[in-house]
């Protein structure tokens, strides 16, 4: 059974940079498989889908983060990371990655995804 854990969040100042990661682990698993998409949720909000990436390595990026936002995979590692530059205090949220089997496991809806990882926490201060 293919398993997703996020690492990397925590307590950051307005303007400065941090890397999320999402690991896979699990007997055999393959991400190269899988569709990995990043989501964010803030308290009081929905869950919002803030990137994307192929099982090659295409990019996507919501309107809101382009520009901010680089994602990228090692599928070797079994990892997929999120860097986020010019922190601002309105990207605090819980920071999840969530992954499906190719075709699948592209976009913002998070229905496309049927696994997920538990979260961690990103907080920017002003």
């Known amino acids: 059974q293919v398993q997703f854990a996020e690492s990397g969040g925590g307590l950051v100042q307005s303007g400065g940079s941090l890397t999320v990661s999402c690991t896979a682990s699990?007997?055999?698993?393959?991400?190269?498989?899988?569709?990995i998409g990043w989501f964010r949720q803030a308290p009081g909000k929905e869950r919002e889908g803030v990137s994307c990436i192929s099982r090659d390595g295409t990019p996507y990026y919501a309107n809101s983060v382009k520009g901010r936002f680089t994602v990228s995979r090692d599928n070797a590692k079994k990892e997929v990371y999120l860097k986020i530059d010019s922190l601002k205090p309105d990207d605090t949220a819980v920071y999840f990655c969530?992954?499906?089997?190719?075709?699948?496991?592209?976009?913002?809806?998070?229905?496309?995804?049927?696994?997920w990882g538990q979260g961690t926490q990103v907080t920017v201060s002003s």
């Open positions: 969530a992954a499906e089997k190719w075709p699948h496991g592209l976009g913002r809806d998070p229905r496309q995804y049927g696994y």
């Open positions: 699990g007997i055999g698993v393959m991400l190269d498989i899988y569709g």
